[in-house]
């Protein structure tokens, strides 16, 4: 049986289900900034939930993503700490 947790939905409190992520798709999204330093960001996700007995508009069930950003920075030489 899967194991439901509570969580604060829209001001309520409901019931989730955690689901395994069977595969996963991260890019980077690169940024080249006016000073010459690119920045490389993408999100991963740490933890999905399916909210239980919620749905959008289309039917579809609905689901709470924990997730954190991930941040690398490449920049010219003349930026950089000496």
């Given at each position: 049986?899967?194991?439901?947790?509570?969580?604060?939905?829209?001001?309520?409190?409901?019931?989730?289900?955690?689901?395994?992520?069977?595969?996963?798709?991260?890019?980077?999204?690169?940024?080249?900034?006016?000073?010459?330093?690119?920045?490389?960001?993408?999100?991963?996700?740490?933890?999905?939930?399916?909210?239980?007995?919620?749905?959008?508009?289309?039917?579809?069930?609905?689901?709470?993503?924990?997730?954190?950003?991930?941040m690398s920075v490449n920049s010219p030489d003349n930026l950089k700490k000496k």
């Open positions: 049986m899967e194991e439901k947790i509570k969580i604060n939905f829209g001001g309520e409190e409901v019931d989730a289900t955690p689901i395994e992520v069977n595969q996963a798709s991260e890019y980077w999204n690169q940024y080249l900034l006016d000073d010459g330093s690119v920045i490389k960001m993408k999100l991963v996700a740490t933890k999905v939930l399916r909210v239980d007995n919620k749905y959008d508009a289309e039917g579809n069930p609905v689901y709470f993503v924990q997730s954190q950003n991930v």
